[in-house]
């Protein structure tokens, strides 16, 4: 059965505007703003993840440093060309907005915690299966999800324990299902020149994968534009 577009790429983030929203880009007169979300994280971190709005789904004071919001929407990927290389920069694309009111201090807890996405794509480069020195089983895994009018989002994603050996020898085509939550990570990029840059890596931490039954699975992957270099990973902190 075809699937729809939209559940190729879903979640729904509950969060704080972190920082100022600054002017995207226009389409058809439409202004897009960025902003960045900080969703909390059970163990009391925070991830600060890139929002891109358009402005007719809110009015200036809605995002305000500090307001609670709850967004649906997709988490989608574009080419960046910077210092001569391609980059592959990621962003949630809201499609719905909600102003939450403020809350009593000991509700603070579960609703600010809501940090849920679901994708459906293809396996789109061979997935890379390491251990820490610990010994934790991890897989980076980078994925294409569909998208309208003939586009994909290519999405890296992080598996753990056994679903990082589950995935680790999947071959590239294989459509998967997964759903966890988005994460951010800062790290450092050592460049040729030994000038080390600070960077903010994003992508999604799988907590359920699952295969999906298609007999096309491997259909037109050849010629897909991947950025090579994409967001490394490293264990979660």
């Not at 480069?125 to 009018?149: C, H, M, W």
């Not at 040729?192 to 840059?197: F, H, K, P």
């Amino acid at each position: 059965m075809e699937k729809s577009l939209l559940e190729n790429n879903s979640l729904i983030l509950v969060g704080r505007v972190a920082d100022d929203k600054k002017f995207s880009h226009e389409i058809y007169d439409e202004k897009f703003y960025t902003f960045n979300l900080s969703v909390a994280r059970l163990s009391g971190n925070t991830d600060l993840i890139p929002i891109t709005i358009s402005e007719r789904l809110f009015k200036d004071d809605d995002l305000a440093i500090g307001k609670q919001i709850k967004i649906e929407g997709q988490f989608r990927s574009y080419n960046t060309y910077e210092n001569e290389k391609n980059r592959l920069y990621l962003t949630v694309f809201v499609k719905e907005f909600e102003l939450l009111e403020e809350q009593d201090e000991d509700i603070d807890s579960k609703d600010e915690l809501t940090n849920e996405i679901s994708l459906i794509g293809y396996i789109c480069k061979p997935p890379i299966y390491r251990q820490t020195p610990f010994g934790r089983e991890i897989s980076d895994i980078l994925i294409a999800v569909n998208r309208a009018y003939n586009k994909s989002d290519y999405i890296p994603c992080i598996a753990w324990g056994r679903n990082a050996r589950f995935c680790s020898k999947m071959e590239v085509g294989t459509e998967i299902k997964v759903t966890g939550r988005i994460q951010s990570r800062s790290y450092e990029k050592k460049h040729e020149d030994g000038t080390v840059e600070e960077r903010v890596a994003y992508e999604v931490s799988i907590s359920n994968l699952e295969l999906v039954d298609n007999d096309e699975a491997t259909e037109n992957l050849e010629n897909a534009d991947v950025v090579e270099e994409n967001n490394e990973t490293t264990e979660e902190n």
